[in-house]
């Protein structure tokens, strides 16, 4: 039997790098008395140093009494030898992601701390099963994975293996909610919540770039300025390196066995094989010695013009800039042909529609309320593209001009983060409410990806990834049995089995 979370005093935290040392921090400002171990002192004296200047940095800022801060200092001791853990009622370790070596430590521990005592792991993405199988009481282990910074990351994934006890697994979550994180419950499966739900943003830009259908900072634009992340996914694989993002990546894959919604690119693989992993080199999808691009400025709207268009499907998409001078009228043979596809590029909606594709442009208006159109037309181009572009600058919009793809930049992402959530729910990676947490707590993103399906409308978003696997032929885009069934039946995508 382990420990239950009221018995819980003091803890161990094993290894003193970054995450291990913000662990231990909210641990002692917590009320906890905290034993931080790594096998090098020297580390460990670095790490207590910092934690003690960020206790400052709290106490300055008036989060923290001078007196509690420097009881959390009292309640924080460092030892390189693990006997010291002897007394813990549970272990966090933090230590390099290698099965082999976690496993190693957890056999190790189960000799020097009690039978009651909880293993937690930090794991991002090794298996707890896994790390579990070399100890012989395997119901204690448990996975408890921070985020990085983890005094400022609010969200903490427990993940439990096939034999972890429910006891422990509650004890973890009460013991995050006392550090004042919220705790999500998450299959134990590659990735978990958070790394396998953010493959899609990273993926799939990714796929259309190798398309040739935008350039890295376009799409980084456009994902800001009409989806309304705070980074493009060239600028956050930068960031997080190609080290880190590209085997996180191929992990995941591999463990789904091959799923196609998962896979990355070529391109992706050549980046993290050339070296150029990021901001960390200075060369990434971006040269760091150069200056980096900056936001255009969405232009004010001019004097007021009309634009006469045929609209020939889906004329209330344009609904939005019918008080911007938009106004559809009967074909003269020579006005510009509007459409609006959903997951379908121009080139099929000109062939299925029997249009000109001369006079065809396609617009997406998903970011029209963010200042921001994308447009595309067919191979060969547009007689009437420079018109429509310049008529919707002057109407106040800022215009990205991309090549023929289906589903745009923006509607193709977005419906592909809303798809594979609607996977993990199906699956069974975490509950609809825990999915929505993670995805905005963990990733930060604009949007709970059930909720802003609903909001799309389900339906829609269906009809997107049905008409991206159409035209494109591939299974990357086989819709999710979740938003199946909930579009067709009208329900709420958070809506639980």
């Keep these: ?55 400052d940095r709290l106490t300055e800022k008036g989060r923290l009494q001078p007196e509690q801060a420097e009881a959390a200092k009292a309640r924080l001791s460092g030892s390189s030898e693990l006997s010291a853990l002897s007394d813990v009622q549970l272990v966090v370790e933090a230590i390099v992601e290698r099965l082999d070596v976690k496993q190693g430590l957890f056999s190790e521990l189960e000799k020097i701390v009690s039978p009651e005592t909880i293993l937690a792991s930090n794991t991002s993405s090794l298996s707890i099963a896994s790390i579990a199988k070399a100890c012989d009481r395997r119901g204690r282990v448990v996975g408890m994975h921070f985020f990085n910074p983890v005094p400022l990351m609010k969200l903490v994934e ?11 697994i509650d004890t973890t979550r009460a013991l995050a909610e ?40 376009q799409i980084d634009r456009i994902m800001k300025m009409a989806a309304g992340f705070r980074m493009g996914p060239f600028e956050l694989m930068d960031l997080t390196g190609m080290d880190v993002n590209y085997p996180v990546s191929t992990l995941i894959f591999e463990g789904y066995k091959h799923d196609r919604r998962l896979a990355t690119t ?82 099929s909606m000109v062939a299925r529609l029997g249009l000109d594709r001369r006079r065809t442009v396609a617009v997406d208006l998903s970011g029209v309320q963010m200042g921001l159109v994308t447009v595309m037309t067919a191979p060969g181009g547009s007689d009437v593209l420079e018109d429509v572009t310049r008529w919707l600058t002057q109407a106040g919009l800022h215009v990205e001009v991309i090549k023929d793809s289906p589903g745009f930049v923006a509607p193709r992402i977005v419906s592909m983060i809303v798809n594979l959530c609607c996977e993990m729910a199906q699956i069974g990676v975490g509950s609809p409410a825990d999915l929505g947490k993670a995805m905005t707590l963990g990733l930060n993103y604009p949007f709970n990806p059930l909720d802003h399906g609903d909001a799309i409308g389900a339906e829609r978003v269906l009809a997107t990834m049905q008409e991206l696997q159409e035209t494109t032929g591939s299974e990357r885009y086989r819709p999710s049995l979740w938003l199946k069934r909930r579009a067709r039946l009208d329900l709420s995508l958070s809506a639980p089995d």
């Excluded at 590659?190 to 990273?202: D, E, K, Q, S, T």
């Design 266 to 347: 070529a391109g992706h693989a050549y980046m993290f094989e050339a070296g150029l992993l990021g901001r960390k080199v200075g060369q990434g999808f971006y040269d760091y010695d150069q200056d980096l691009p900056k936001l255009p400025s969405v232009p004010e709207e001019s004097a007021r013009t009309e634009l006469s268009v045929v609209l020939p499907e889906r004329a209330t998409d344009f609904a939005a800039l019918t008080d911007r001078g938009l106004s559809a009228a009967a074909d003269d043979g020579a006005m510009p042909i509007l459409v609006s596809p959903l997951g379908e590029d121009c080139s």
């Design 178 to 217: 006392a550090m004042g994180k919220v705790p999500v419950l998450a299959k134990d499966g590659p990735g978990f919540i958070v790394n396998l739900g953010g493959r899609a943003y990273y993926t799939e830009a990714l796929h259309i770039h190798g398309e040739g259908v935008a350039d890295p900072a």
């Design 1 to 55: 039997m382990a420990y239950a979370f009221e018995d819980i005093r003091k803890v161990g935290v094993i290894g003193a790098g970054i995450m291990g040392a913000g662990i231990a921090q909210v641990l002692a400002t917590s009320g906890f008395e905290v034993v931080l171990n790594d096998m090098s002192a020297e580390a460990i004296e670095k790490a207590r140093a910092g934690i003690d200047a960020r206790i």
């Design 158 to 168: 427990v993940i439990g293996g096939a034999a972890t006890d429910r006891s422990v």
